[in-house]
């Protein structure tokens, strides 16, 4: 096979690059346009001019070009582990990491939502029946309304809770909003300080703590408030 010399880039490209999406008999007569720098949205040329990239679709999202912190991940990535597989019961940290977080845009993009809840369940039987104890509380309307609403009703938290149908007594749960005690022995926390609890509950992350006081089983998931977002998305869809 022989192949005849090329000086410049265009000329390389033509002779010997099969374009997609291009006309194939006039590209020797309109050389492609060579693209040898990017800057955010903007690509340049070889001749200096500056264009807007709008490529994308398929199988190309562009994430913005000479990006210093995907640079820096790549760079990061490259020097420690830049790839291993997840066969056989392994994983690794860039693997895990990226699952909980699309785990939780999940959740932040439920229908309506406006708040992301993380219910931590500690001092349960195990860890099944923390586990189970957490999604009752998770999926109850009236605490995802009062996270909505803003209003720590630890009472709800407590029906949650024994709706679970799993152990626990009243006498010994502890509830916590962020880090602000509200219960402990069953009953409200005496010179209980409701400032530092309204002004967590007005920001879009929450954080709701029960302490069982049966064992070590612990457990944390991640839901979203219920607002009546949901129910306009869901009801004033049809015409």
Not at 95 to 123: F, M, N, P, W, Y
Not at 139 to 163: F, Q
Request: proline share 3%; net charge negative.
């Amino acid at each position: 096979m022989t192949i005849a010399a090329h000086r410049s880039t265009g000329d390389k490209d033509v002779a010997t690059h099969l374009h997609s999406y291009t006309n194939l008999a006039a590209l020797p007569h309109t050389p492609p346009l060579v693209i040898v720098e990017g800057d955010g949205i903007h690509v340049v040329d070889d001749r200096g001019n500056r264009y807007v990239e709008g490529m994308s679709g398929l199988w190309c999202a562009s994430l913005g070009f000479s990006n210093a912190r995907l640079a820096e991940a790549g760079a990061k990535a490259l020097r420690t582990l830049p790839y291993y597989h997840t066969f056989n019961q392994r994983t690794n940290v860039a693997v895990a990491d990226l699952c909980h977080q699309l785990a939780l845009l999940v959740v932040r993009d439920g229908e309506g939502a406006s708040k992301l809840i993380e219910i931590t369940v500690e001092g349960a039987e195990g860890d099944r029946s923390a586990h189970r104890i957490a999604m009752s509380i998770a999926n109850s309307p009236l605490v995802k309304t009062a996270i909505a609403g803003e209003d720590a009703n630890w009472g709800r938290v407590v029906m949650a809770i024994g709706k679970a149908g799993e152990p626990a007594e009243r006498d010994k749960l502890a509830i916590r909003f962020g880090t602000t005690q509200v219960a402990s022995g069953g009953l409200a926390v005496e010179g209980y300080d409701e400032a530092p609890v309204a002004a967590h509950l007005k920001g879009r992350e929450i954080e709701i703590g029960v302490d069982l006081g049966l064992g070590d089983g612990r457990a944390t998931v991640w839901t979203c408030d219920l607002t009546h977002g949901y129910i306009s998305i869901n009801a004033d869809y049809r015409s």
